[in-house]
């Protein structure tokens, strides 16, 4: 069965700091894989996906990026945290075919200070 | 653009049914979800819509009417663990994309 890790569950970090948050899949290959971001009280907003290693797309101009170096493996970076940065990121991952749903990884609660 | 709307907050007593309901306006149509979310958890799959009419699993259905936008999720015979986040997500284009409505919190009272 296939499985996805996000870490780590829990993170306090400082404005202008860096970020790095990762996220791997297990039991499935070549999947698509999604950052999404939650701002308290809204809905998810799509920050990124990718359909394969080394391809990125940005859904929203923003302060953060991300990068895939492995098949099963979805890094989400910044170089200097802004407060409003501060959400609950979850990673995701989809078998790639029409209609197939989103699995969710445990997310990453953010808080700039 | 695209635009998805649910109610904010529902509530309902332990038993009963509960229906939520979900429109949306989007370009390139191509499926409608609904998940789960407990709070401070991730959203697990629930359900989905590709086709008009309702779709059944267990004590939840999904129904979706694709000319009018419109989709809602009815929950039986409810359950105090039941009270959670239910987001309504359309599939927009390719890649599996999915676009989420703020979602509707449901509290479920003995």
């Known amino acids: 069965s296939q499985t996805i890790h996000q870490w780590p569950a829990t993170l306090v970090q400082p404005v202008g700091s860096p970020l790095s948050l990762e996220c791997t899949v297990e039991g499935t290959s070549n999947p698509n894989l999604y950052w999404y971001r939650q701002a308290a009280g809204r809905g998810l907003q799509l920050l990124f996906y990718?359909?394969?290693?080394?391809?990125i797309s940005s859904e929203v101009p923003q302060n953060l990026s991300a990068s895939r170096p492995q098949d099963r493996q979805f890094i989400l970076s910044s170089k200097k945290l802004l407060l409003s940065d501060s959400g609950f990121y979850l990673c995701a991952w989809s078998s790639g075919q029409d209609n197939s749903p989103l699995h969710f990884g445990n997310g990453t609660r953010l808080t700039v200070t | 653009g695209q635009n998805i709307d649910q109610p904010t907050e529902m509530t309902a007593t332990e038993g009963a049914i509960v229906q939520i309901n979900c429109t949306y306006q989007t370009s390139g149509f191509n499926g409608l979800f609904w998940y789960q979310q407990h709070a401070g958890e991730a959203p697990t799959f629930l359900s989905y819509?590709?086709?008009?009419g309702l779709e059944e699993k267990g004590r939840f259905s999904s129904f979706l009417s694709r000319s009018k936008g419109y989709s809602y999720l009815l929950l039986k015979e409810l359950q105090m663990k039941d009270s959670a986040s239910y987001l309504c997500?359309?599939?927009?284009?390719?890649?599996?994309?999915?676009?989420f409505g703020a979602g509707t919190r449901l509290a479920v009272h003995p």
């Open positions: 819509n590709v086709l008009d």
């Open positions: 997500a359309v599939g927009r284009g390719g890649y599996n994309k999915l676009i």
């Open positions: 990718s359909v394969g290693i080394g391809q």
